[in-house]
T-cell receptor
Framework: QKEVEQDPGPLSVPEGAIVSLNCTYSNSAFQYFMWYRQYSRKGPELLMYTYSSGNKEDGRFTAQVDKSSKYISLFIRDSQPSDSATYLCAMRKAAGNKLTFGGGTRVLVKP | NAGVMQNPRHLVRRRGQEARLRCSPMKGHSHVYWYRQLPEEGLKFMVYLQKENIIDESGMPKERFSAEFPKEGPSILRIQQVVRGDSAAYFC??????????????FGPGTRLTVL
């Protein structure tokens, strides 16, 4: 069983819709949570970084962390075709800097 | 451009040759990480280095792979005697010195290695 599970998609939504992404994890030692966006044949780009359980909002992006359920989410409001990409969740333990990634969810926003 | 730089962007090698991948961290960053992304898979951690030190190499294959981050110059990921299974995208990331204060990892554009 993988430490971090993420539905590979693809997730297809119409422009303007809310995109909902999530990851589950099995190791309660994970304390820091990140979402990266990766366009085809490019490097991952950091979108959100959270530590505690709860919500964090940045523009059209909202990240949620529920440590008791070992579940994290990313919501993208007013989605645009330019949001079409693969979204990777990543997490890190308190000790050590190694990131553990989910497999990524491919998102397609149709105009 | 103050971002993480990697070169070459594309590298083609024949089986048995050596591959050298280079990474220059963001300005002010002294921590470097290498990850590998196999086709249709997520990123997998390989190694974490600070200047002149390997901190965590738990993700490195035991043979043929090595990494360094010298006092001067870029970090190097070296793959000796490449095989077809080494074909992948190799990403470098860098971070500042304070992960507990929110420093996180920023990624370069990657080197795509193709082994013929």
């Amino acid at each position: 069983q993988k430490e971090v599970e993420q539905d590979p998609g693809p997730l297809s939504v119409p422009e303007g819709a809310i995109v909902s992404l999530n990851c589950t994890y099995s190791n309660s030692a994970f304390q820091y949570f990140m979402w990266y966006r990766q366009y085809s044949r490019k490097g991952p780009e950091l979108l959100m970084y959270t530590y505690s359980s709860g919500n964090k909002e940045d523009g059209r992006f909202t990240a949620q962390v529920d440590k008791s359920s070992k579940y994290i989410s990313l919501f993208i409001r007013d989605s645009q075709p330019s949001d079409s990409a693969t979204y990777l969740c990543a997490m890190r333990k308190a000790a050590g800097n190694k990131l553990t990634f989910g497999g990524g969810t491919r998102v397609l926003v149709k105009p | 451009n103050a971002g993480v730089m990697q070169n070459p962007r594309h590298l083609v090698r024949r089986r048995g040759q050596e591959a050298r991948l280079r990474c220059s961290p963001m300005k002010g960053h002294s921590h470097v990480y290498w990850y590998r992304q196999l086709p249709e898979e997520g990123l997998k951690f390989m190694v974490y280095l600070q200047k002149e030190n390997i901190i965590d190499e738990s993700g490195m294959p035991k043979e043929r792979f090595s990494a360094e981050f010298p006092k001067e110059g870029p970090s190097i990921l070296r793959i000796q005697q490449v095989v077809r299974g080494d074909s992948a995208a190799y990403f470098c990331a860098s971070s500042g010195d304070r992960p507990w204060a929110g420093d996180t990892q920023y990624f370069g554009p990657g080197t795509r290695l193709t082994v013929l």
